[in-house]
């Protein structure tokens, strides 16, 4: 079967190798339709610190059931299914505490491990999911909303909340999307680079409104604006949002959420990146900040976002802004490298491989 393959940073290539064997326990699915993660495009630009090459990307996905054994959970051959990705090792700490999401060993696919972008792929059965009919396009983005809901939920948006979500890529639309669902009144922040692309998703899904992150000053003044001001002891200062989101993974963007957190407010880390960030901690001292590490999603985040889109509450389709065809990946990657102020989630279609 065919594979694409990482090879190195900025080299992507399609390799023949042998078809998975499925074991006891295990599906062997079809892949049919993957989604490029930002962590996929870190390992392209050789930024992303989960990652040895060569290795096969690729966890966003959606997928058909070839062969399956009995099993108690309802799937069949002829399905269309999408899965978890991250594989926990089950015995260390976290592992124990039911915390599979931060096990100690996580190896999630295609970081750690090879990922779902060739042909076939074999699965443990407990990791696939039912699709309840949505086109596949729309069910390899749920891996990515997952990740998104997940982190949301950690911050426990209340109705009313001032939420900012720095990062306009995939993560950061559905992460805004997630806090909206939650009531928070949401505010998505990226470049002027992306300028387009926040234009964009402010007219799909209707946010409170968007920032542009010109430099600290700028971002200062619009959380001034948008969140009004305390007068203390005679010096004008933003009052904050209730809850600010990372979603991007650099340095600077980590310390705009720690500046632009209320006193009292929460701060939620989902961004990955390899650069560290020498700051004045004490600021979350003196705020008494909330911060709060997201990592991966767990098994009831799929099944509630899988009903929850089934139902037609968001709509996911729109979040897919590219297609390439699965011979042509490699201009996929560097077309988002290059071009990704302007694309939002860019998808491989599997096709089947011609």
Not at 79 to 91: A, D
Not at 296 to 310: H, M, P, Y
Request: net charge negative.
């Amino acid at each position: 079967m065919k594979a694409i393959y990482i090879d190195e940073p900025f080299k992507v290539s399609i390799r023949d190798i042998d078809m998975p064997v499925r074991r006891e326990g295990e599906a062997l699915l079809k892949v049919l339709f993957g989604g490029i993660c930002g962590s996929d495009l870190g390992s392209y630009r050789g930024t992303f610190a989960y990652f040895d090459y060569p290795r096969i990307p690729g966890h966003e996905f959606a997928a058909q059931i070839v062969e399956i054994g009995e099993n108690d959970r309802g799937l069949k051959e002829g399905m269309i299914v999408t899965c978890n990705p991250y594989f926990n090792c089950g015995g260390c700490y976290s592992c124990r505490r039911g915390i599979v999401n931060a096990c100690m060993d996580n190896q999630t696919m295609g970081c750690q491990r090879d990922g779902a972008f060739c042909e076939y792929i074999t699965m443990p059965i407990e990791r696939i999911y039912d699709g309840k009919g949505l086109q596949p396009k729309v069910l390899a983005a749920i891996e990515p909303f997952a990740i998104a809901y997940h982190g949301v939920q950690r911050a426990g948006i209340c109705p009313g909340d001032k939420v900012l979500v720095i990062g306009g890529g995939t993560i950061g639309v559905l992460a805004a999307n997630a806090a909206k669902a939650l009531g928070g009144e949401v505010y998505l922040c990226d470049i002027p680079q992306a300028e387009e692309k926040l234009k964009r998703s402010q007219s799909v899904f209707h946010f409170a409104g968007t920032v542009i992150n010109e430099g600290p000053e700028a971002l200062e003044k619009a959380v001034r604006e948008i969140t009004g001001e305390s007068d203390l002891r005679g010096n004008a200062a933003a009052n904050g949002f209730d809850v600010c989101i990372e979603a991007v993974g650099l340095p600077q963007t980590f310390q705009n959420c720690i500046d632009s957190a209320a006193f009292g407010g929460k701060v939620v880390q989902i961004g990955v990146g390899k650069q560290n960030l020498d700051f004045n901690f004490t600021l979350l001292q003196k705020k008494e900040l909330n911060v709060f590490g997201s990592r991966n999603a767990l098994k009831k985040d799929f099944l509630e976002l899988i009903d929850l889109v089934s139902e037609g509450k968001v709509d996911l389709e729109k979040i897919v802004t590219n297609v390439y065809d699965f011979k042509d990946a490699a201009q996929a990657f560097e077309d988002f490298h290059t071009r990704g102020g302007s694309m939002l989630k860019v998808g491989i279609d599997f096709g089947h491989i011609r």
